[in-house]
Protein backbone atom coordinates (compact mmCIF):
# COMPACT_ATOMS: atom_id res chain seq x y z
CA UNK A 1 0.00 0.00 0.00
CA UNK A 2 1.45 3.18 -0.69
CA UNK A 3 0.51 6.32 1.16
CA UNK A 4 1.16 10.03 -0.32
CA UNK A 5 -1.52 12.02 0.81
CA UNK A 6 -1.94 14.96 -1.92
CA UNK A 7 -0.21 18.26 -1.34
CA UNK A 8 -2.24 21.03 0.14
CA UNK A 9 -2.52 22.85 -4.03
CA UNK A 10 -4.15 19.32 -4.64
CA UNK A 11 -6.63 18.49 -2.67
CA UNK A 12 -9.46 20.49 -4.57
CA UNK A 13 -8.63 17.69 -7.52
CA UNK A 14 -11.13 15.04 -7.57
CA UNK A 15 -10.42 11.90 -6.92
CA UNK A 16 -10.83 8.51 -9.00
CA UNK A 17 -11.03 5.00 -7.40
CA UNK A 18 -10.34 2.40 -9.91
CA UNK A 19 -10.69 -1.33 -9.37
CA UNK A 20 -8.53 -3.88 -11.66
CA UNK A 21 -6.02 -0.89 -12.43
CA UNK A 22 -3.55 -3.19 -13.08
CA UNK A 23 -4.05 -3.99 -16.81
CA UNK A 24 -6.21 -3.34 -19.84
CA UNK A 25 -9.45 -0.93 -19.71
CA UNK A 26 -8.41 -0.15 -15.83
CA UNK A 27 -4.98 0.88 -16.66
CA UNK A 28 -6.08 2.81 -19.65
CA UNK A 29 -9.06 4.42 -17.42
CA UNK A 30 -6.16 5.40 -14.90
CA UNK A 31 -4.28 7.23 -17.54
CA UNK A 32 -7.29 9.17 -19.16
CA UNK A 33 -8.03 10.46 -15.61
CA UNK A 34 -4.35 11.56 -14.35
CA UNK A 35 -4.02 13.31 -17.68
CA UNK A 36 -7.27 15.08 -16.95
CA UNK A 37 -5.00 15.99 -13.18
CA UNK A 38 -7.65 13.87 -10.96
CA UNK A 39 -6.26 12.45 -8.37
CA UNK A 40 -5.91 8.22 -8.08
CA UNK A 41 -6.60 5.72 -5.92
CA UNK A 42 -5.93 1.95 -7.77
CA UNK A 43 -6.51 -1.59 -6.78
CA UNK A 44 -5.83 -5.01 -7.86
CA UNK A 45 -3.71 -7.99 -7.07
CA UNK A 46 -0.43 -7.45 -8.73
CA UNK A 47 1.48 -5.40 -6.57
CA UNK A 48 4.39 -4.90 -9.15
CA UNK A 49 1.82 -3.83 -11.72
CA UNK A 50 0.33 -1.05 -9.55
CA UNK A 51 3.49 0.38 -8.52
CA UNK A 52 5.25 0.42 -11.72
CA UNK A 53 1.74 2.13 -13.36
CA UNK A 54 1.65 4.79 -10.08
CA UNK A 55 5.34 5.77 -10.72
CA UNK A 56 4.66 6.56 -14.12
CA UNK A 57 1.38 8.38 -14.02
CA UNK A 58 2.91 10.55 -11.36
CA UNK A 59 5.90 11.15 -12.50
CA UNK A 60 4.06 12.06 -15.82
CA UNK A 61 1.18 14.01 -14.97
CA UNK A 62 2.14 15.19 -11.69
CA UNK A 63 -1.35 13.82 -9.74
CA UNK A 64 -0.68 11.87 -6.48
CA UNK A 65 -1.39 8.31 -7.25
CA UNK A 66 -2.27 5.54 -4.30
CA UNK A 67 -2.74 2.32 -4.57
CA UNK A 68 -3.36 -0.88 -2.47
CA UNK A 69 -3.49 -4.61 -3.96
CA UNK A 70 -7.44 -5.63 -3.01
CA UNK A 71 -8.84 -9.01 -4.01
CA UNK A 72 -12.74 -7.91 -4.64
CA UNK A 73 -13.95 -11.28 -3.89
CA UNK A 74 -12.95 -10.69 -0.24
CA UNK A 75 -15.75 -8.39 1.14
CA UNK A 76 -13.82 -7.51 4.60
CA UNK A 77 -10.92 -6.75 2.70
CA UNK A 78 -12.73 -4.21 0.40
CA UNK A 79 -14.04 -2.76 3.17
CA UNK A 80 -10.72 -2.78 5.31
CA UNK A 81 -9.17 -0.77 1.82
CA UNK A 82 -12.07 1.66 1.87
CA UNK A 83 -11.20 2.36 5.43
CA UNK A 84 -7.71 2.69 4.76
CA UNK A 85 -8.62 5.57 2.45
CA UNK A 86 -10.97 7.23 5.31
CA UNK A 87 -9.50 10.65 4.89
CA UNK A 88 -10.20 10.48 0.75
CA UNK A 89 -12.91 11.16 -0.91
CA UNK A 90 -13.97 9.56 -3.67
CA UNK A 91 -15.66 11.22 -6.46
CA UNK A 92 -15.86 8.62 -8.70
CA UNK A 93 -15.67 4.78 -8.35
CA UNK A 94 -14.86 2.81 -12.01
CA UNK A 95 -15.36 -1.20 -10.55
CA UNK A 96 -13.55 -2.34 -13.41
CA UNK A 97 -12.34 -5.46 -11.96
CA UNK A 98 -13.95 -8.88 -13.68
CA UNK A 99 -13.25 -11.69 -15.81
CA UNK A 100 -14.51 -14.70 -17.84
CA UNK A 101 -12.88 -18.13 -17.29
CA UNK A 102 -13.41 -20.73 -19.65
CA UNK A 103 -15.25 -21.06 -22.54
CA UNK A 104 -17.35 -24.04 -23.93
CA UNK A 105 -20.94 -25.73 -22.86
CA UNK A 106 -22.55 -25.14 -19.41
CA UNK A 107 -22.90 -28.76 -18.34
CA UNK A 108 -18.98 -28.90 -19.52
CA UNK A 109 -18.03 -25.99 -17.65
CA UNK A 110 -15.70 -25.80 -14.37
CA UNK A 111 -17.76 -24.73 -11.10
CA UNK A 112 -14.58 -22.97 -9.97
CA UNK A 113 -14.72 -20.66 -12.68
CA UNK A 114 -18.60 -19.90 -11.96
CA UNK A 115 -17.16 -19.04 -8.64
CA UNK A 116 -14.34 -17.24 -9.15
CA UNK A 117 -16.69 -14.86 -11.93
CA UNK A 118 -19.02 -14.31 -9.61
CA UNK A 119 -17.33 -13.85 -7.21
CA UNK A 120 -15.62 -11.27 -8.18
CA UNK A 121 -17.63 -9.53 -11.12
CA UNK A 122 -21.27 -9.53 -9.27
CA UNK A 123 -20.18 -10.16 -5.74
CA UNK A 124 -17.12 -8.28 -5.44
CA UNK A 125 -19.08 -5.44 -7.57
CA UNK A 126 -21.41 -5.33 -4.94
CA UNK A 127 -19.02 -5.00 -2.33
CA UNK A 128 -17.18 -1.70 -3.56
CA UNK A 129 -20.20 0.05 -4.41
CA UNK A 130 -21.80 -0.60 -0.91
CA UNK A 131 -19.14 0.84 1.09
CA UNK A 132 -18.81 3.65 -1.86
CA UNK A 133 -22.01 4.81 -1.85
CA UNK A 134 -23.07 4.66 1.72
CA UNK A 135 -19.80 7.49 2.35
CA UNK A 136 -20.95 9.32 -0.67
CA UNK A 137 -24.53 9.29 1.25
CA UNK A 138 -23.33 9.64 4.57
CA UNK A 139 -21.24 12.90 3.16
CA UNK A 140 -23.96 14.41 1.24
CA UNK A 141 -21.17 14.72 -1.39
CA UNK A 142 -21.84 14.33 -5.55
CA UNK A 143 -20.53 11.24 -6.61
CA UNK A 144 -20.51 8.74 -9.99
CA UNK A 145 -20.28 5.09 -9.68
CA UNK A 146 -19.33 3.57 -13.48
CA UNK A 147 -19.29 -0.29 -13.60
CA UNK A 148 -17.68 -1.97 -16.64
CA UNK A 149 -20.50 -4.13 -17.97
CA UNK A 150 -20.43 -5.61 -21.23
CA UNK A 151 -22.65 -6.29 -23.87
CA UNK A 152 -22.64 -9.58 -22.95
CA UNK A 153 -24.95 -8.49 -20.48
CA UNK A 154 -27.52 -7.62 -23.09
CA UNK A 155 -26.89 -10.78 -25.35
CA UNK A 156 -26.12 -14.21 -24.39
CA UNK A 157 -23.81 -16.26 -26.40
CA UNK A 158 -23.34 -20.02 -26.93
CA UNK A 159 -19.83 -20.86 -24.45
CA UNK A 160 -20.24 -18.19 -22.22
CA UNK A 161 -23.51 -18.50 -20.10
CA UNK A 162 -22.20 -18.00 -16.85
CA UNK A 163 -20.23 -14.87 -17.66
CA UNK A 164 -22.73 -13.61 -19.77
CA UNK A 165 -25.14 -13.98 -16.67
CA UNK A 166 -22.07 -11.73 -14.54
CA UNK A 167 -22.45 -8.97 -16.82
CA UNK A 168 -26.59 -9.17 -16.86
CA UNK A 169 -25.96 -9.13 -13.45
CA UNK A 170 -23.80 -5.46 -13.70
CA UNK A 171 -26.57 -4.11 -16.04
CA UNK A 172 -29.16 -4.91 -13.31
CA UNK A 173 -27.00 -3.74 -10.32
CA UNK A 174 -26.69 -0.79 -12.22
CA UNK A 175 -30.12 0.06 -12.91
CA UNK A 176 -31.39 -1.01 -9.04
CA UNK A 177 -28.75 1.28 -7.66
CA UNK A 178 -29.84 4.49 -10.19
CA UNK A 179 -32.98 3.91 -8.62
CA UNK A 180 -31.89 3.53 -5.04
CA UNK A 181 -30.25 6.70 -5.04
CA UNK A 182 -31.99 8.86 -6.40
CA UNK A 183 -32.94 11.75 -4.56
CA UNK A 184 -28.82 11.91 -3.68
CA UNK A 185 -26.78 13.57 -6.44
CA UNK A 186 -25.01 10.45 -7.53
CA UNK A 187 -24.94 9.23 -11.11
CA UNK A 188 -24.87 5.41 -11.90
CA UNK A 189 -22.99 4.56 -15.52
CA UNK A 190 -23.01 0.77 -17.09
CA UNK A 191 -20.40 0.95 -19.90
CA UNK A 192 -20.81 -2.10 -22.56
CA UNK A 193 -17.86 -2.84 -24.42
CA UNK A 194 -17.87 -5.61 -27.00
CA UNK A 195 -14.12 -6.81 -28.42
CA UNK A 196 -11.45 -4.76 -26.08
CA UNK A 197 -7.96 -6.19 -26.98
CA UNK A 198 -6.55 -6.37 -23.71
CA UNK A 199 -5.37 -9.31 -21.14
CA UNK A 200 -9.22 -10.41 -20.86
CA UNK A 201 -9.03 -13.78 -23.79
CA UNK A 202 -5.53 -14.87 -22.26
CA UNK A 203 -7.22 -14.87 -18.65
CA UNK A 204 -10.35 -16.26 -20.53
CA UNK A 205 -8.15 -19.21 -22.19
CA UNK A 206 -6.34 -19.91 -19.00
CA UNK A 207 -3.03 -18.23 -20.77
CA UNK A 208 -3.53 -19.45 -23.99
CA UNK A 209 -2.03 -16.99 -25.96
CA UNK A 210 -2.63 -18.36 -29.30
CA UNK A 211 -6.38 -19.04 -28.62
CA UNK A 212 -6.43 -15.41 -27.47
CA UNK A 213 -4.95 -13.92 -30.16
CA UNK A 214 -7.93 -15.70 -33.02
CA UNK A 215 -10.80 -13.74 -30.86
CA UNK A 216 -9.27 -10.64 -32.25
CA UNK A 217 -8.46 -11.68 -36.11
CA UNK A 218 -9.53 -10.37 -38.81
CA UNK A 219 -11.13 -7.71 -37.07
CA UNK A 220 -9.69 -4.25 -35.57
CA UNK A 221 -10.98 -4.51 -31.57
CA UNK A 222 -11.38 -1.58 -29.48
CA UNK A 223 -8.53 -0.56 -27.42
CA UNK A 224 -8.35 0.43 -23.89
CA UNK A 225 -7.98 4.05 -24.65
CA UNK A 226 -11.87 4.03 -26.54
CA UNK A 227 -12.99 2.25 -23.14
CA UNK A 228 -11.46 5.07 -21.00
CA UNK A 229 -12.76 7.91 -23.60
CA UNK A 230 -16.76 6.81 -23.05
CA UNK A 231 -16.22 6.62 -19.47
CA UNK A 232 -14.42 10.19 -19.26
CA UNK A 233 -17.56 11.04 -21.69
CA UNK A 234 -20.01 9.82 -18.90
CA UNK A 235 -18.03 11.61 -16.21
CA UNK A 236 -16.99 14.64 -17.76
CA UNK A 237 -21.19 15.46 -18.47
CA UNK A 238 -23.06 18.36 -16.85
CA UNK A 239 -24.00 17.82 -13.28
CA UNK A 240 -27.83 17.77 -14.35
CA UNK A 241 -26.60 15.13 -17.10
CA UNK A 242 -26.72 11.27 -15.96
CA UNK A 243 -25.33 9.08 -19.02
CA UNK A 244 -27.12 5.45 -17.63
CA UNK A 245 -25.73 3.35 -20.66
CA UNK A 246 -22.96 3.02 -22.92
CA UNK A 247 -22.51 0.28 -25.46
CA UNK A 248 -19.81 0.83 -27.95
CA UNK A 249 -18.21 -1.99 -30.38
CA UNK A 250 -15.53 -2.26 -32.93
CA UNK A 251 -17.22 -0.98 -36.46
CA UNK A 252 -17.53 -4.98 -37.34
CA UNK A 253 -18.89 -6.24 -34.71
CA UNK A 254 -22.48 -5.63 -34.95
CA UNK A 255 -23.52 -7.63 -31.50
CA UNK A 256 -21.58 -10.49 -29.33
CA UNK A 257 -22.24 -12.76 -32.15
CA UNK A 258 -22.60 -11.07 -35.53
CA UNK A 259 -18.62 -10.18 -36.26
CA UNK A 260 -17.55 -9.80 -39.82
CA UNK A 261 -13.45 -10.59 -40.13
CA UNK A 262 -11.47 -9.74 -43.38
N1 LIG B 1 -11.73 -7.08 -23.05
C1 LIG B 1 -12.97 -7.20 -23.46
O1 LIG B 1 -13.24 -7.64 -24.58
C2 LIG B 1 -14.09 -6.78 -22.54
C3 LIG B 1 -15.36 -6.57 -23.10
C4 LIG B 1 -16.40 -6.18 -22.27
C5 LIG B 1 -16.19 -6.01 -20.93
N2 LIG B 1 -14.95 -6.23 -20.39
C6 LIG B 1 -14.78 -6.05 -18.94
O2 LIG B 1 -13.80 -5.07 -18.71
C7 LIG B 1 -13.23 -5.25 -17.43
C8 LIG B 1 -11.72 -5.15 -17.52
O3 LIG B 1 -11.23 -6.20 -18.32
P1 LIG B 1 -10.02 -6.01 -19.34
O4 LIG B 1 -10.54 -6.27 -20.70
O5 LIG B 1 -9.28 -4.79 -19.07
O6 LIG B 1 -9.15 -7.33 -18.94
P2 LIG B 1 -7.73 -7.46 -18.22
O7 LIG B 1 -6.69 -6.77 -19.01
O8 LIG B 1 -7.58 -8.92 -17.96
O9 LIG B 1 -7.94 -6.68 -16.85
C9 LIG B 1 -8.73 -7.21 -15.81
C10 LIG B 1 -8.39 -6.49 -14.53
O10 LIG B 1 -9.22 -7.02 -13.47
C11 LIG B 1 -8.39 -7.30 -12.35
N3 LIG B 1 -8.96 -8.38 -11.54
C12 LIG B 1 -9.35 -9.61 -11.94
N4 LIG B 1 -9.79 -10.31 -10.86
C13 LIG B 1 -9.67 -9.49 -9.79
C14 LIG B 1 -9.94 -9.65 -8.41
N5 LIG B 1 -10.44 -10.79 -7.91
N6 LIG B 1 -9.71 -8.61 -7.58
C15 LIG B 1 -9.21 -7.46 -8.06
N7 LIG B 1 -8.92 -7.24 -9.35
C16 LIG B 1 -9.15 -8.26 -10.21
C17 LIG B 1 -7.03 -7.66 -12.94
O11 LIG B 1 -5.99 -7.33 -12.01
P3 LIG B 1 -5.16 -8.38 -11.14
O12 LIG B 1 -5.05 -9.65 -11.95
O13 LIG B 1 -3.86 -7.69 -10.91
O14 LIG B 1 -5.96 -8.52 -9.90
C18 LIG B 1 -6.95 -6.69 -14.12
O15 LIG B 1 -6.42 -5.45 -13.71
C19 LIG B 1 -13.75 -6.59 -16.91
O16 LIG B 1 -14.81 -6.37 -16.01
C20 LIG B 1 -14.27 -7.26 -18.19
O17 LIG B 1 -15.30 -8.18 -17.90
C21 LIG B 1 -13.89 -6.61 -21.17
Same mark, same amino acid.
Given at each position: ?? &?????? @????????? #?????? +? !???????? =???? +?????????RQDRLEALSAHLSATYGVTVNWQ???????? @???????NWQDRQIDVLINNAGLALGWGKLPDNNPDDWDTMIDTNIKGLLWMSRS *????? !??? /??? $?? #??NIGSIAGIQAYPNGAVYCASKAAVRFISDGLRQDVIEHPIRVTNI?? /?FVE?? =?? *??? =?? $? &??????? *??? $?????TGQDIADAVWYAVSAPAHVQVAEITL???????????HRA
Open positions: MS &DESPRK @DEVLRKTVL #ITGASS +G !IGAACAEK =FAIQ +GWNLLLTARTLDVRRRL @DVEQSLT *VVRRM !IAT /GQA $GQ #IVQP /GTE =FS *VVR =FH $G &DTNRAKA *VYQ $GIKPLTATHQANATVI
